[in-house]
C-alpha cells in the first residue's frame, strides 16, 4: 500500500494529502503580490487604450478597408498582362489608386467649377437681394407679426459670421485632412504588408487555435468582402439613377449631386438622408416644385432599393438582419461618428463570424 501510494503523481494528489508540502507565508506573500501586479498592469493597460483610442481607431479603419480592398488587388494581380505576365502586388495597388485618383479628378473638374462660380455670385448679391426680399414678405398678411426685420438683420450678418467661423475652423478641417491622409497611407501598408502582420498576429497562437482563427478570419473576409461589393453596386445605381432624375428635374449641379448621393450611400441610411436634404436645399433656391421632385423621387427610389434591390444584391453578402444594421450604426456613429459609421456593417459582420463560430451553441441534428 505503502509503494503504491508514493506512486501516484505529485499533480494528482489532493491538497489534503499528508505528503503535499503545505504553502508557506513567502510563498502566499508572493501569490497576492503577483496578482496585485497583474491588476495593476490591466489598469494601465486599459488606460493606455483609452487615450490612444482616436489612434487605435484610425489603425482599425485603415486595416478594415485593407480588408476589404485585398480581392481588388489580388483581381488586378490576376490580370494577365502580354506575355503572360502577372502584376506585382505594388504594382497592383499602384494601379487601383491611380484609377481612384483619376475618378475623384474627374468629379472634380467637372463639378466644382460652376459651384464655385455660383457660391460667389451669390454672396456678391445678397446684400442687394435682401431688403427686396423683406419687402415681399411684408406685404403678406401677419408678416408684421413674424419678426422680418429682425431675420433680415441676422441674414445680413450670415456672410461675415459664416466666414469667421470658416476661418475659425480652418485648424480643424486641417486636423480631419491629416487624419483622412494618414489613414490613406496606413490602408496602403496593410495592403502591402498585412500577410506579414498577419503571421506575426498569428504565430502567438497554438497550431489548433491558429488553423481554427484563420478559418474564421476567411470566412469574415469573403463577407466583407461580399458586401463591399453590394455596397458598390448600390451606390451606382443610386449615382446613375440620381444624374437622370436631377437632370430631368433641372436641378443645378445634377451631376455633382448625383455623384455625391451614389458616394455617400456608403453609410446607410443616414448618409442618403443627409444628401438628399442637400440635394433639396439646391432645388429649392430655384422653385418649390423642383424641391418637391426632389424628395418625391428619393421616397421611391428609397423603396425601390428596400423592396427589391437590397433582397437581391445583398441578401448574400453581410447575412445580417435589419435591426442588427442599425444598432451596428447607432453604435459606430455614437463611438466614432462618421468613420464609425463607414465601418459599422463590415464590423458587425465580423463579429457575427466570430460569435458564430465561438459562441453560439449549434445542434448536433
Given at each position: ?308 434591390l437590397i433582397p437581391r444584391i445583398m441578401r448574400s453578402s453581410v447575412n445580417l438582419m435589419g435591426l442588427a444594421v442599425l444598432i451596428a450604426l447607432i453604435v459606430g456613429t455614437e463611438l466614432a461618428g462618421i468613420p464609425g459609421a463607414l465601418v459599422a456593417v463590415p464590423t458587425a459582420a465580423l463579429i ?14
Amino acid at each position: 500500500m505503502h509503494t503504491r501510494h508514493a506512486s501516484i503523481p505529485a499533480c494528482r494528489r489532493s491538497p489534503t494529502d499528508p505528503s503535499t508540502p503545505p504553502l508557506t507565508d513567502n510563498s502566499r506573500n508572493a501569490a497576492i503580490r503577483g496578482h496585485i501586479l497583474f491588476a495593476f498592469a490591466v489598469v494601465v493597460a486599459l488606460a493606455l487604450l483609452w487615450r490612444l483610442r482616436e489612434v487605435l481607431l484610425l489603425v482599425y479603419v485603415s486595416a478594415l478597408f485593407a480588408v476589404v480592398l485585398t480581392p481588388v488587388v489580388n483581381n488586378i494581380m490576376n490580370f494577365k498582362l502580354p506575355g503572360g505576365r502577372h502584376l506585382a502586388r505594388g504594382a497592383a495597388i499602384a494601379v487601383l489608386l491611380a484609377f481612384a485618383f483619376f475618378v475623384v479628378a474627374s468629379i472634380l473638374i467637372l463639378g466644382l467649377p460652376p459651384v464655385i462660380r455660383d457660391l460667389h455670385q451669390f454672396a456678391t448679391d445678397l446684400p442687394a437681394r435682401i431688403p427686396d426680399t423683406v419687402a415681399r414678405i411684408k406685404r403678406l398678411p401677419y408678416a408684421d407679426q413674424l419678426g422680418v426685420d429682425t431675420v433680415a438683420a441676422k441674414a445680413e450678418n450670415a456672410v461675415s459670421a459664416t466666414a469667421e467661423y470658416l476661418f475659425a475652423s480652418f485648424p480643424l478641417w486641417m486636423g480631419h485632412i491629416f487624419e483622412f491622409a494618414t489613414a490613406f497611407v496606413l490602408c496602403v501598408y496593410f495592403m502591402i504588408e498585412g500577410d506579414h502582420a498577419y503571421g506575426w498576429f498569428m504565430s502567438f497562437l497554438s497550431p489548433d487555435n491558429r488553423l481554427r482563427l484563420a478559418v474564421t478570419l476567411y470566412k469574415a473576409e469573403i463577407r466583407m468582402s461580399k458586401w463591399l461589393f453590394g455596397q458598390g453596386t448600390l451606390m451606382l445605381i443610386l449615382g446613375v439613377c440620381s444624374i437622370i432624375a436631377f437632370g430631368l428635374l433641372g436641378v443645378r449641379y445634377f451631376v455633382l449631386l448625383g455623384v455625391l448621393m451614389g458616394l455617400m450611400n456608403i453609410i446607410p441610411i443616414a448618409g442618403g438622408v443627409i444628401t438628399i436634404l442637400l440635394v433639396a436645399l439646391v432645388a429649392a433656391l430655384d422653385s418649390w416644385a423642383k424641391m418637391a421632385g426632389v424628395f418625391a423621387f428619393y421616397l421611391v427610389y428609397i423603396n425601390v432599393e428596400n423592396a427589391w434591390l437590397i433582397p437581391r444584391i445583398m441578401r448574400s453578402s453581410v447575412n445580417l438582419m435589419g435591426l442588427a444594421v442599425l444598432i451596428a450604426l447607432i453604435v459606430g456613429t455614437e463611438l466614432a461618428g462618421i468613420p464609425g459609421a463607414l465601418v459599422a456593417v463590415p464590423t458587425a459582420a465580423l463579429i457575427a463570424v466570430l460569435l458564430d463560430e465561438y459562441a453560439v451553441q449549434k445542434d448536433r441534428a
